[in-house]
């Protein structure tokens, strides 16, 4: 029965591993075109569309790997996001072509505005962070031009905030290329 148990187990790790390396990033990109575009545009940056659904607009696709890692975007695409208008597509979909538009959407890119990023902090970031990036005592923040965080963990820190700290969850603050612009802008002044 052990055996059985770890035969099986092997298996599906394969599948799994050779199941991401044979998608089709090409078909993912007709699926996305033919369902994602009408609300997150055929480049991901949101459609006008998009921008109009309440309450929350649709998220630009292109900023996602700050955000969402690829199994996450997996069960996103298949179930959804409660409370926004991302509805699931696990009825639309097959298994293999949700995997085909995790991986297309994982190829749009964002070339972030560090300029933008600045003005972004120092008008909304500032209060508590130095406009240099060096935290207020009075807040107990961080010195963010010290920060170990790479890129991902400090876009993450923001959306999603520090637990026990005074840094509240900020997703609803920023748009995601906001945020990939800040973030661009916090890894040049890092020391």
Known sequence: ?????????????????????????????RIFRKYCAKCHGDDGSVSEFGRSIEPHAARDL????????P??????IKYGVYGR??????N?????????????VRTLKYVPNVEAGKKFFEARCATCHDSKGAGKKLFKAPDLDMSPLGEIEMARAVRFGRHGTMMSPKGELFKNPDLADVIAYLQTIKK
Do not use: C, H, P, Q
């Not at 790790?13 to 998608?23: E, I, K, N, R």
């Not at 199994?71 to 996103?76: A, K, Q, V």
């Open 1 to 29: 029965m052990r055996k059985y148990f770890f035969f099986v187990l092997a298996f599906l790790l394969v599948t799994g591993a050779y199941g991401t390396a044979f998608s089709d990033v090409s078909n993912g990109e």
């Open 62 to 69: 292109r900023t996602s790997r700050f955000f969402i890692a």
């Open 71 to 76: 199994s996450e975007l997996l069960t996103i």
């Open 85 to 90: 208008g991302m509805k699931g597509w696990e």
């Open 92 to 104: 639309v979909l097959a298994d293999k072509e949700i995997l085909d538009v995790a991986e297309f």
